[in-house]
């Protein structure tokens, strides 16, 4: 019954991976006998994947194609369980969505690792080439199925329901920071506009396919520049090269010639600190615009410091004689973790602080005393039909004694 939902992403990925393939091979002129190898070392690159390439290592991969390729599953996921789902709808839908590209991934091994015998491929790391992809797929499904049915499953299970509601609330932290930390981004490259012909200058000749391929490229790594970004507005740092790059201060070494570097200066301005104001007021605002227990901070911080854990593989990796790119991969989940528990709380405080005491409840008046029935009476009647008589009750004797 899911057997079309689960597979279709993975069908129109691998079509995809086909046929950029073979334009690459028929464009580049390589013979078709490095089809598969194209395709294996596509297929697992576009996961996020490392490559190696005649001893080279590389694994800072481009973000967006993950993203992507997620976004594309979490649709067709959200399509298939709109409707009422069981436990065993989920559970056929997850096991279907990693079986299928585990299986492919595994063939995708076998052709770069049956090609590395004749061309200069190699096989990467197997924990990270399995694992990725997964990942990917995996956090396409979790996004898919709705927040109503998260929370049906973890009252079936017994999980708290908030545990379900901070990560949901965390992942649109997480996001709202990627996107101001892409903005700070795209003003430091404009700015940085010069430095762009600097990096250019490091290719003899580019002819108009190279600069489309280097526009291209850097489409494709906007998300990594983001985070990277997001990692030094945060007080961290960008890693390269051995080096690093802050708010306080940047190492001068060669960067990669990638038009996106050229958004690091050559030094730290003495008012670039400031820029930490930024993450400040996206959370402030944020936390200010919901009524959240200092319970709920509490999680909803341990929640995005696992999220950015989870895009330090995809946004950063190695990229041959440069070593590690990207952001501080230690520095970014725990910093980010720190700064929305600190905002978080602080927002609390102010919350609690500015709200006005209630006033004590007036004491309710003590109910006055009822008053004491009169004793009850029987009438009794003389005999003669005369006058009459009251006589209290405890005067008359039962009549069953």
Sequence with gaps: MYLPTAAAPSGFITLTVVVLSLAVVLLSGSPLAYLPASIGEMWLVGHGAPARFDGVTLGLTPALVPIAIAALIAQRVRAATKKRVSILDIGAIA??????????????????????????VELPNLAAALVLPLLVHALGIVAGISSVVWRAIARRVGVPQFIVDAAITASTIVLRLALAGAAVFLVLLVAGYDRIAQLLDAYPTLPGTGTATLILLSVLYLPNAAVAALSALLGGSVEYAEASASLFSVDPVALPALPLFAAIPGAAAAWAPVLMLIPAAVLAQFFAARSLAIRDVAVVAGWVGVLLLIAIPFAGGRAGAYGYVGAHPLALPVLGMVWVAAVGGLVWLVGRLRRPAEPAPEPEP????????????????????????????????????
């Design 95 to 120: 096991a279907l969505g990693l079986g299928i590209p585990l299986t492919l991934t595994c063939i995708a091994l076998l052709m770069v690792g049956d090609a590395s015998n004749v061309y200069p």
């Design 366 to 401: 003590a109910p006055e005393p009822e008053p004491e029935p009169e004793p009850a009476t029987v009438q009794e009647t003389s005999p003669r039909g005369g006058s009459t008589k009251w006589v209290p009750p405890t005067d008359i004797d039962d009549p069953e004694d």
